[in-house]
């Protein structure tokens, strides 16, 4: 059970029908939020609420997609109506295509980029207004630590990941006069849907066991989970992170600590 540490706040979180969304709209919930969650997985979506309303904390779900801005416009317009306000935005929804400069193709990169980055932006956009009418919010985006790192083979991910750390900064100046602060969240390998590529979970191959793991390339030797990471967008989102913007939170287990 959480410590009431968002009691009273309201939080739309983005891609909150599996992995680090649902993880963080379960958390925020037990810490006593109101959570609107968005996703374009309806089964995924349904299955987080019924956990949510297993726990006695009935959300608001919206089965749309991120892109789709008047859906997304919409759903924030109801989520204040119905609860008054919004507090917090938890920019997390976003997708993989795998490729090299070589082999991907420019509608991949354009929609991972509007997936990842663009709907990052307008998600944003749409909120914050209201967060401005209290002079309070919390804008919380999910990044990568290939936002400054690669392992190659998904560029488009990678600059996505990094457009969110310096939008995150830009934001984070133009806000702080309302009393909204901006921060990112980089996880390194955590083992979620988005770590299965063509029906394998990289984080169980020979290779990653190998060389993140034995080998210790990853100082805690082992791969992350959602439950690793969630707590970052708790302090985030709570009274405790009263003084910090514009920063990026890195949880990866040590691996960006190693070369």
Not at 204 to 229: C, L, N, S
């Amino acid at each position: 059970m959480g410590r009431g540490l968002l009691n009273d706040r309201v939080a739309i979180i983005t891609g909150a029908g599996s992995g680090l969304g649902r993880c963080v709209a379960l958390e925020y919930a037990d810490e006593g939020a109101t959570v609107a969650l968005i996703d374009r997985d309806r089964a995924g979506l349904a299955q987080t609420q019924a956990e949510l309303e297993r726990r006695g904390r009935p959300g608001l779900s919206y089965p749309l997609d991120v892109t789709d801005y008047e859906a997304y416009r919409a759903a924030i317009a109801d989520v204040v109506q119905r609860a008054g306000k919004v507090d917090i935005l938890v920019n997390n929804a976003a997708i993989a295509r795998y490729g090299t400069i070589l082999d991907d193709t420019l509608e991949d990169w354009r929609e991972t980029l509007r997936v990842n980055l663009e709907a990052v932006y307008m998600g944003t956009k749409l909120t914050v207004p209201f967060m401005v009418e209290r002079r309070f919010g919390r804008v919380i985006s999910t990044a990568s630590i290939q936002g400054f790192l690669s392992s190659g083979g998904c560029g488009a991910y990678n600059a996505a990941k990094g457009g969110i750390i310096a939008l995150t900064k830009s934001l984070a100046v133009e806000l702080a006069p309302y009393n909204i602060a901006v921060n990112a969240v980089a996880p390194g390998f955590m083992r979620t849907p988005m770590s299965v590529i063509d029906g394998v979970d990289e984080t169980t191959t020979e290779d990653f066991q190998t060389w993140y793991v034995q080998k210790r390339h990853i100082p805690m030797a082992r791969t992350g989970y959602p439950e690793d990471v969630s707590g970052a967008f708790v302090f985030l989102a709570s009274d405790y992170c009263r003084y910090m913007t514009g920063q990026v939170l890195v949880i990866d287990g040590g691996l960006t600590s190693t070369f």
